[in-house]
């Protein structure tokens, strides 16, 4: 089966810049999607389509996908970016796909 | 704007079937290009894609659930359903029904295809007791 797979953690300065991977086999022959979910919340899209932010999704959210490997990267990160970031793709075998999973603390 | 809330037993016994229902407002079950989603995530873990509906019936599940799940939907509710037959501890979790943007049903896997969810709900807990 197909898996993606993310750091653990990720922790950054405030203002400063946070980078989260997401790896995969050829992973850049498939779109990337990118899920923010706070404690006790349900997870919010922030990239689809590899790039693309959805409406009221701040600009300083931004996506690549180059290789095995898609980076999601916040800029002049916020407090309130604090949480568990979740990258998916779409499998031909597995369907719907999730990394495990980056708990991103800004401190 | 579309929301989708979860509902149905919290608590489940092992072996049995756990029902839940996925009401949504806002928008017409039937109306665009949607899938149905469910996703499910047990305490301090990750996420889980269960599978999928779209409005005609056509549905797709995760392999390792395949056996246990039935989707279905209502549309004249505006509702959709999950199944999930003999469950057991390891079916604790938190469930999530979500709307699903992608390819048309049939559409041949490429480069462009796509899927993803867009609008989820706010979550039910189903405990699965012995």
């Known amino acids: 089966s197909y898996e993606l797979t993310q750091p653990p953690s990720v922790s950054v300065s405030p203002g400063q810049t946070a980078t989260i991977s997401c790896s995969g086999d050829k992973l850049d022959e498939a779109y990337v999607y990118w899920y923010h979910q706070k404690p006790g919340q349900s997870p919010v899209l922030v990239i689809y389509?590899?790039?693309r932010r959805p409406s009221g999704i701040p600009e300083r959210f931004s996506g690549s996908n180059s290789g095995n490997t898609a980076t999601l990267t916040i800029s002049g990160t916020q407090s309130t970016d604090e949480g568990d970031y979740y990258c998916q793709a779409w499998d031909t075998s597995t369907y719907v796909v999730f990394g495990g999973g980056t708990k991103l603390t800004v401190l | 704007q579309v929301v989708l809330q979860e509902s149905g037993p919290g608590l489940v016994k092992a072996s049995q079937t756990l029902s839940l229902t996925c009401g949504v407002s806002?928008?017409?079950?039937?109306?665009?290009?949607?899938?149905w989603s469910w996703i499910r995530q047990p305490a301090g873990k990750g996420l889980e894609w269960i599978g999928r509906?779209?409005?005609?019936?056509?549905?797709n599940y995760t392999p390792s659930l395949k056996s246990r799940v039935i989707l279905s939907l209502d549309a004249s509710k505006n509702q959709f359903y999950l199944k999930l037959t003999s469950v057991t501890a390891a079916d604790t979790a938190v469930y999530y029904c979500a709307r699903g943007r992608g390819s048309a049903p049939g559409t041949s896997p490429s480069r462009f295809y796509y899927y993803y969810m867009d609008v989820w709900g706010k979550g039910t807990t189903v405990t699965v007791s012995s």
């Open positions: 806002g928008g017409s079950i039937n109306s665009g290009n949607y899938y």
């Open positions: 389509q590899d790039t």
């Open positions: 509906i779209y409005a005609s019936g056509y549905t």
